[in-house]
T-cell receptor, first 113, second 112 residues
Framework: AQSVTQLDSQVPVFEEAPVELRCNYS??????LFWYVQYPNQGLQLLLK??????LVESINGFEAEFNKSQTSFHLRKPSVHISDTAEYFC???????????FGAGTRLFVKA | DTEVTQTPKHLVMGMTNKKSLKCEQH?????MYWYKQKAKKPPELMFV???????INESVPSRFSPECPNSSLLNLHLHALQPEDSALYLC???????????FGQGTRLTVV
């Protein structure tokens, strides 16, 4: 069965600084990988996804993630964060042909002025 | 329309009450999900419907009863809940199983 680990529970960072949120997964078959963002008192929103093809995926608001099969990682990066990026970020994995998507424990990104 | 709509947004219920949570999507998605989320925790999968049939029940207590009346609607019937069931209940849908999910805003449930 698949599993996913988010190595940092909280990441404080100053505005306009770069940030990396780490995600590692475990699976014996091919996987689909996702990053979701959750703002306070809201549902989750898909930030970006890897299904197949190019290992570098980008979102419309400047985030990117790279699928690294050898290191079983899917780290999320942004070169310059804004106050508005403060939120909870969840990495998720599902197995090709499987039934369930598993979420990591989440990383709280806190952007300081 | 790329929205998943959940009603109500907030619900307070007693332990002897019966209530229902509703979820609706008009994206033509054939998979729908119920998740439970406690504060500062990730969503926990409760139920999965695929093509209106229950595919997964994650050993959820029988006081939670899902229903999928048609491909656009998903209900969660609640009866005799406990205070520890207080949480944010999220509905989601995806085109088919395990593709990217669209989430509703959730129902904040408080059991008193």
């Amino acid at each position: 069965a698949q599993s996913v680990t988010q190595l940092d529970s909280q990441v404080p960072v100053f505005e306009e600084a770069p940030v990396e949120l780490r995600c590692n997964y475990s699976s014996s078959v091919s996987v689909y990988l996702f990053w979701y963002v959750q703002y306070p008192n809201q549902g989750l929103q898909l930030l970006l996804k890897y299904l197949s093809g190019s290992t570098l995926v980008e979102s419309i608001n400047g985030f990117e993630a790279e699928f690294n099969k050898s290191q079983t990682s899917f780290h999320l990066r942004k070169p310059s964060v804004h106050i508005s990026d403060t939120a909870e970020y969840f990495c998720a994995v599902s197995e090709s042909g499987g039934f369930k998507t598993i979420f990591g424990a989440g990383t709280r990104l806190f952007v300081k002025a | 329309d790329t929205e998943v709509t959940q009603t109500p947004k907030h619900l307070v219920m007693g332990m002897t009450n019966k209530k229902s949570l509703k979820c609706e999507q008009h994206m033509g998605h054939r998979a729908m999900y119920w998740y439970k989320q406690k504060a500062k925790k990730p969503p926990e999968l409760m139920f999965v419907y695929s093509y209106e049939k229950l595919s997964i029940n994650e050993s959820v207590p029988s006081r939670f009863s899902p229903e999928c009346p048609n491909s656009s609607l998903l209900n969660l019937h609640l009866h005799a809940l406990q205070p520890e069931d207080s949480a944010l209940y999220l509905c989601a849908s995806s085109q088919v199983l395990n593709t990217e999910a669209f989430f509703g805003q959730g129902t904040r449930l408080t059991v008193v």
